[in-house]
């Protein structure tokens, strides 16, 4: 090849290369999650799901970080999707563009921005230390909602916003209030699409860590009240990997962790597929 | 009637309260830190904190200048890792590859994006941490290090963003050009990139918010120390990881010193926001 | 032979922002008449139906000036209910939009609305209206399945049966048959000749020959403006404005 090169020749080059770089991501990512299962399925059973952990997490299971994440999510977002889909309905029926709808979304997009450390420092001062709930499952949902609502407010308004507009004309044209439009017609046609929001910040939550250990704790029991502290998934996780209790128990933590997001997501993904379809 | 109408009205009001409730969160985040944070700093100087280099709280020492320094080295690093690989994936997937091939592999990258980045920590421990020791010396635990994982993380960030924008392109830009006699890359190079300019930018900027926000992955593989590395090989500690290992145990003046912290963090996560935000409306007109 | 007028639209123009879409427009509507409003895409047909049932409001900077009056009342007075005047004046759009629910939950929808909780009258209502479209005896066995399931021509009889449940006294209808086959067209056509003894229907049609067809008197709209309105075969056979002659020759539009 002489120099300069003609551009048929350089987009060769170039094309090769690109290919290089994106096959060189693809297996990296693909890699990661190859290599968490490789040395994590094995350690999987139905025992090390259902029995508790044991000496700190060296023996045993990780029922009670199963129950602890679930309970945890469960609770956040108990709080988080009815404000996030209250606010979608805000923004989408109530209030046309202008000021106010700016200053919310932009709310909601720096709140998006916020690193997890963050909301964890938050919530530790906040709940933890000032309103006294301490390391519990309360501050911790809590904590997590308020992470979580950004993703539950965009997911929500683009769903509303997919509702066709004649499915409203219709509804006010035969006498229907505002609010009667809303929640006969607007929502139940939406409501595969704030699913998919919904069920996307599972997924988020599911690997949080940051905001979590800092405002749910770490405690290993199985948790009997909103105040007392609990352990997630992730937070076992980090702390087996990190202070090095058990690095078998660590791979089949991250393969429980990963299997369940990556369920998740791929049912968000499904659901999301089958909302699109159905409106286009 | 007048009962329905009341009723609507309240509904309408009720809803207004809910849809403050963002804003109203990101207000009680920001006061908090602010209000934990900011006294120290003021009763120690600004200067002390922003530019002093000892970093021993329980002596009355809170120089944050490592940590700061920290944060931006690990956050080059991985923008310098993560950007060429998620452009070249984006523009190697719509403009290169097949349909069939992009919507296979776009879907694929957006579900790994929920990989937890406790598990990129735990891989940068077990695969990376060992590799760089034995291959470049050091400690292992290092800005190189944390820099390569954190790049990988933030991959699918800037690819499926970058991704929706060149996508986003109308086909006759591409049409246009490609009569003209130009090649594809050519295309890419002088008219789609430049046209799908803020929507990648928005997606870097995005990637760099994730990268500055991470904490528990960094922690894993950074090193942690509090002196200023003489090389990308020496480990760091950033902001975020500041806050997080000290903060479980400490009260007093070291905690405020933490918050602190979280305030530096805070106002470089709020400027990346607004040129995000600023950039994704630029896009929108 | 003077007939009861139930609308009266006096200089009613309509804005959207600063664009005008209807000018000072004037007419009457008489009781049981089935009067159609014919013009070319644009003209602001739609947009005259949409004041009719205040339907326009959705859109914030909608803004209007001079009067409509149905049955002697102003309908944009401050204290008209907008629910009570939509269920008084029933409306179906260009394309059916049924809504996804089942058939029978479709026609009940605005009795539903209405806060109505008798199940036998909201049963007797929405077989009633369904045999008034001769829907019934297609559908009876499935009621309970979706209405998205119908056909087009099914599903445009089903819009006209939900707004019929209401009991409305008047039926505005835009470009109804717009999007259908000739069979169905016939099988509207024939409901509304039906219809007319009982209800005041405003038709809004692309096509002239519907017009000519079904209605009692015909309106010519062009860019916002009536031009003419008269009794259909006059409109037809001796029009007095040279544009409505163009028009319906097919010399525009
Ligand atoms: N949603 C809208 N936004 C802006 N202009 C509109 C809108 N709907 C209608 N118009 C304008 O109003 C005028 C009348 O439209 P329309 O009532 O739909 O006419 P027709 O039904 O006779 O085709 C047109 O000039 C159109 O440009
Ligand atoms: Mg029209």
Redesign the interface.
Known sequence: MRWPLT??Q??AI??L???F??A???F???F??F??LRHGLPVLSWEFLVRNPREMGKEGGIFSTIIGTIVLIILALTLAT??GV??A???TE???EGRLTR??R??????A??????????G???FVTKLKFGWSILSGSLTLA?MI??TI?RTSEEAIKFV?Q???????????????TVS??VL??ALPGIATGVILSI??S?????AV??TAGSALRIPDSLFSSTRTM?VH??IL??EGIS?SK?YGT?AV??IS??S???FT?YLMNRFLRKYS | MRG?EN??KL??L???T??????S??A??SI??FT?GLPIMFRHGFKKFLFSLDWYPSEGYFGLLPMIIGSLLVTAGAMVIGV???L??A???TQ??SKKVRNL?K??????A??????????G???LVPFVRENFGGPGFSVFTASIILG?MI??TI?SISIDSLMALPPSYREGSIALG?????TVRMVLLPAARSGIIASLI?GL?RA?????AV??IAGNATALPRSILDPVRTL?SN??LE??YVSGEHRQA??AT?VI??II??I??TM??LTSKRMAS | MEREIVIRVRDFSYYLGSQPILKKITLDVFRHEILSIIGPAGSGKSSFLRCL?R?NE?R?EARISGTIEINGHNIYSPEVSL??L??KV??V?A?P?P??RSIFENVA??L???GIKDKKLIEERVIDSLKKVALWDEVKERLNSSALKLSGGQQQRL?IA??LA?RPEFILLDEPCSGLDPVSTMKIEESLMDLKKEYTIILVTNNTKQAARVSDRTAFFLSGELIEIDRTDRIFTAPQDKRTNDYISGRFG
């Open positions: 551009p048929r350089e987009q170039v094309r290369l690109l290919l770089l994106t060189l991501s693809i990296i990512l693909a990661i999650i290599f968490i009815p404000l209250g606010t309905i805000f923004l109530y209030t046309p200053i919310i932009f709310g909601s997009e720096c709140l921005g916020i690193p997890s450390i963050i909301f964890g420092l938050f530790f001062i906040l308020f609502l950004p407010i066709p004649a499915y409203r004309e219709v509804s006010f044209s035969l006498g229907g209030t505002k609010w009667q006969r017609v139940p046609s997924g988020r599911i690997g949080e860590t940051a250990i800092f992730s996780f980090y990997a990190r690095l660590a991250a962790l990963l997001i990556l998740v997501n791929i993904y | 329905k009723r609507e509904i309408q009720f809803l207004l809910i849809a403050l409730s963002a804003i969160i990101l009680l985040i908090f830190i934990e060429p690989l998620g070249a994936g523009i190697y997937l290169f590859s592999v879907p694929m990258i957006e579900l790994l929920g990989i937890p980045s406790v598990v990129y920590g735990f891989i421990v077990v695969i990988i991959l699918p690819l130009a090649t594809q890359w050519q995005l918010g500055v926000g991470e904490t528990m922690i894993m975020t806050i997080a903060m479980g933490l918050f979280g963090l805070f996560i709020m990346l926001n995000a935000n | 049932n339907l959705i914030a629910t009570e939509r269920r029933g409306m759009f394309l939009v809504l996804p929808f605005g539903r609305m209405a819009c939900r707004v209401m």
